[in-house]
């Protein structure tokens, strides 16, 4: 039986004339006050259209960046406030706090219908640290609590966790279409299943590749990830970044790839440069032999292609970190050439949320891959078979 078989669903849920508190993910890029990327609210519409139309009060809760406990006047949640209304088409009361007297008042005053959102919720510590007060004081406003926030269920949080513990707690319709779509990579996956693992640093992945060796069939590896795993088989890759101290783990992990079959893929070419910041003066050289005084960046065209092969051979996809420096257009054209390959394999492909998402976003494919998750961290948690806080919580 599939995890999302055992989530509470806010479809169950009586919330006519109720106060419903909703964890949503609003931790959008901010450009000033200016919002980059509005799909994370875009993906709460349908929960929150659902519950306004039974009769519900929505009060919403949300974080926005990383403000460690600090009211950072540029992580206000007023434009995203803002940018709601317009998507909903009725006002959103975007209150000063998210406890407190004020919110308790205008709760108190509200009527089915209407939609509040309260103050960043990690401009308090106590959010991180799941602190029972605080969460009291969330809790205190609601009938009912809704959580929608995929991208932190494997956060144990106030607002994720906490809230949940105290009130009647439902799964909204986006975290449920999470869990069911990833639910079919942990249970039954066509096979043969590929991870493609990229990002900057080695240290962020290690876990990842450790939990999936035993799960897929293969894995191609790019990114900064790539020179360290090149470093630890003796390659020399220059002034590519490799986090040196982790060179005997990352043995340990190939090793446990031979043991179970699983097959390591490292890219036999890469875009060098002098530094990040001379993308004029990239060139296409041997992974393996990386002169001193240039670094990689990104994969490189032969590799590109042999990665290509195989995914063109998979059933199931799940692909977290981009290949290289996407930002930079010298440096973008492995992680293009990748979600190509992607586009058309026809397999059931899972991009897990994070820069990978963005990256295909930008480049125009999104639209092509099975599924872009809105949670990173959260959606390699799962599929490596991780329990996540949050959706523990929700179980019947």
Excluded at 50 to 77: F, K, M
């Amino acid at each position: 039986m599939g995890r999302a078989k055992t989530i509470r669903r806010i479809q169950d849920a009586d919330v006519a004339g109720k106060v419903v508190l909703v964890r949503v993910d609003y931790n959008v890029p901010l450009e000033g006050s200016t919002i980059k990327d509005d799909s994370r609210i875009r993906a709460s519409l349908p929960t929150l259209e659902l519950l306004l139309h039974r009769g519900a009060t929505v009060v919403l809760v949300t974080h926005l960046g990383r403000p460690d406990g600090v009211a950072v006047p540029g992580l206000r949640l007023d434009p995203v406030g803002t940018r709601l209304s317009k998507l909903l088409r009725r006002p959103v009361r975007k209150l000063g706090d998210c406890i407190g007297g004020e919110v308790n008042d205008a709760v108190r005053s509200s009527a089915p219908g209407d939609v509040l959102l309260l103050e960043n919720v990690r401009f308090h510590r106590e959010e991180e640290e799941n602190d029972a007060t605080f969460a009291d004081a969330l809790a205190k406003v609601a009938d009912v609590y809704v959580d929608d926030a995929f991208g932190t269920a494997h956060r144990a949080h106030a607002s994720t966790v906490g809230v949940a513990e105290r009130l009647p707690s439902y799964a909204g319709l986006l975290v449920q279409k999470e869990v069911d779509v990833l639910s079919r990579l942990v249970n039954d996956p066509a096979r043969p299943y590929w991870a493609i693992v990229g990002g900057k640093k080695a240290s962020d992945k290690l876990g990842v590749l450790r939990d999936l060796i035993p799960r897929v069939d293969g894995i191609l590896i790019g990114g900064g990830v790539a020179f360290t795993f090149l470093a630890a088989t003796g390659a020399d890759v220059g002034d590519s970044r490799v986090d040196s101290n982790l060179l005997d783990d990352v043995r340990g992990i190939a090793r446990l790839a031979a043991e179970k079959g699983t097959k390591i893929v490292l890219p036999v070419d890469a875009v060098l440069a002098p530094s990040l910041s001379m993308p004029e003066k990239s060139t296409i050289g041997d992974a393996t032999r990386i002169p001193r005084g240039l670094s990689g960046f990104d994969i490189g065209p032969e590799t590109v292609e042999m990665f290509a092969r195989e995914i063109a051979r998979a059933r199931s996809i799940v692909w977290a970190g981009p290949m290289g420096a996407f930002e930079t257009a010298a440096f973008a054209a492995g992680t293009r050439g990748v979600a190509e390959a992607v586009a058309t394999s026809g397999a059931f492909s899972v991009i897990g949320g994070g820069e990978t998402g963005e990256a295909l976003q930008e480049m125009g494919y999104a639209d092509r891959v099975s599924f872009v998750s809105t949670g990173g961290g959260a959606c390699l948690a799962y599929v490596r078979g991780k329990t996540l806080p949050a959706l523990a919580a929700l179980e019947e």
